[in-house]
């Protein structure tokens, strides 16, 4: 019997049969819920725990199955009440705890209210993939041969291999095999964008505030007229300190929040405050990942569909994979003038200061979307294309081959970006491999190049909060180039022609350029989707010290 989706599936914990159903009611509402409740202010560890419950039927007989503790616990605590044949009794202990633990009836006839001390609903996704089940030798034998190119197949094992994924996110506090959770709705996901910005917010009046402070400390203090009366030093105030205080506890309410809403494994530690713009950027990074996640597993769940769909027609489960993605991938060989090209802009773009590894290219695919074919006539208009990278973590490349390069969603904190929301680049190859986050253990990743359409850049020094909007109509521009203090000269670049009008490969050795401000390598930001189509990835491995000492 396959799998349910992790929102309805019996939790194996149970022990019960596997003839066992999650309870689901005449209006298909599955009884079983997920509570999470995070509390960093509590003792010395903080509160940071779960509770979960299922309402199981088997054959005629009914049970509650509960299951607590402390999110990331390897072995919970759990409880299995048997009611027999009474309906009415289990539903009964099922509705009073999930009163008792989060002060909300079942089944909920409107959102769900968060109780001040109670625990809060996570939203699971319904529409999640089943599971995979282990495949029989016989059923080995059996899958048909890939028709795709060893090369593509090498591609998709590495960017779906859930191994792989799940161990990139644990390096973010979340543990995918082991976490409570199931899969976090869209919903939820929004909703952790949204506690993010009032994060951010907080952040930004603290940090004026205290230049505030420090502008009045040092103004010289006033002359006296007359002598002191009074040999007791009096202590001065500080102007909005108090006011200071308030928002640093509202920094750790809201960080409990956030991790109630996205649970965190942080083991027996004190779950930290997200209290820096550089913190809310990881929590950025992870919504980013989990959303693109949530998009796999839709995917995924399409793939199954399709599949029962087509019972008789056998497919490879690496093809199945490839025809959900409706992106063409074609192995690009070595011998071809755009291979050289990508080599050299690799080899010579590797900044000075970005020692910790070196890049070896694994293999380069052509890549075309035939989606992008929506907007072609707005990125043939904008002029002054030029091939520039993309990094990003291999949980998100399922989702932008997909999806495309996206601009932030609206509920996502402004402040986390540096020149505002939008789609960033680099000239640099290391710049870009950075946000693939590879460790020595984890040295494989993957980088996409895309040919973007520049147009107009403005050329900013420093941070500025810019919109697509807000650029065009105050600079008459349609893109932003942050300028970096060390580039590759212009008389250096090439051209490869294969793209339809030629673009323009900013390859060369780094120099120092123009830039005065804090950037030390170029940016490259656009703010509509439409300026932008990928061409290419690049599978590369990170040779760390250790690693290229053994090769």
Known sequence: MAARSAAKRVDPLSGCPSSAEVYQD???VAWSFMLNYTNISFGTYGNNKFYMVQLIQNGNNYMVFRKWGRVGAKNPQRALEHYNTSLEKAQASFTKKFLDKSGNEWPLTGPFEKVEGKYVLVELDDEVPEEEEEMSDVEKEEEVLSTLHETVQDVLKLICDADLIAREVANMNLDLKRLPLGKLSKAQISQGYALLQQLSEALKEIEELNKVIASTQEEPPAKRTAPRRSTRVKRVAKPNAAQIRRLKTSLKTLSSDFYTLIPHDFGRNLPPPIDSLDEVKLKIDLLEVLANIEISQKLQAEKKRNAKKNAGAKLNSLDAQYNMLNVKMEPLPESTEEFNIIEKY????????????????????KIARP????FKDVFQSVDNHKLLWHGSRLSN???ILSKGLRVAPPEAPNNGYMFGKGIYFADSVSKSANYCWTTPQNPKGVLMLAEVALGTPYKAQEAEDLTYATLKKTKGCDSTHGVGRMAAPEEDYETMYDCEDGVVVPVGEFVPSDGSGSLLYNEFIVYRQEQVKLRYLVNLDFLYEDEEEEA
Do not use: F, M, W
């Not at 900044?351 to 695919?365: C, D, E, F, G, N």
């Open 26 to 28: 005449g209006n298909d």
């Open 346 to 365: 690799v080899e010579t773009t590797h900044a000075p200061t970005h020692v910790q590894y070196k890049l070896r290219i694994k293999s380069v695919l």
């Open 371 to 374: 989606d992008e074919e929506e």
């Open 397 to 399: 490349v399922i989702g």
